[in-house]
């Protein structure tokens, strides 16, 4: 029966080829959105591993972060950044979660890892959730609760308005674009906990800065920081 399904699959991938959304190449039996060639060339920052990486420095004298991490570099014709491209523009919504496995199984176990009580994804606005059809950090916070086992929370955080792109803006247009519109919506569900806030991509860190400082001010909460990339400005 197994040679059968195998025979079938292969048939199947001759009329439908399935192709890895981080170079197009043909995917091989086993291989699942991503090939091998991507999953092992994608260069990983390995920031989880150190402290005051740069992803950390980003937020000296703006808000007290306790980590920062990053998964890989959001670089002009990365692997990563088509995988990013592919989940948040072309509606690859299976690509989120499966990076989020990915990255998880690199951070489970790390003293980084170790003391997180909750994971959140930096939230989108309805208007813009309506538009896409969903949070593409919400997709890979389902990726980091599974291969990590520390759950996520998608509604003590939320977004009260709507923001322009943050694409082509200057730091500091980017900060003023996002300071305070973010809202703790039930202190209580954080209260002394320590977060991992997680976004997709980390490029001046106004975001995360914005999202943190709401958070920061519910009683006993510590903030530690992560994204799939990081894009040095």
Sequence with gaps: MSYLYDLLDDFLSLLFPRLCYGCGNHLVRNENLICTECYVAIPRTNYHTFKDNPVEQLFWGRCLIQ???????????????????NLKYKGVKEVGPELGRIYGRSLKGSEFMSA??????????QSKIKMRGFNQSELICMGLSESTGVPFDIVSLARVTG???QTKKSRYDRWTNVEGIFHITDPELIKGKHILLVDDVITTGSTIESCS????KVEGVRVSVAALAYAPV
């Design 163 to 165: 923001s322009s792109t």
């Design 116 to 125: 997180i009580d909750i994971i959140i994804p930096v939230p989108l606005h």
């Design 67 to 85: 980590r920062g991490a990053a998964f890989s570099f959001y670089n002009k014709g990365s692997r990563i950044r088509r995988l990013i491209h």
């Design 213 to 216: 400082s709401e958070l920061l």
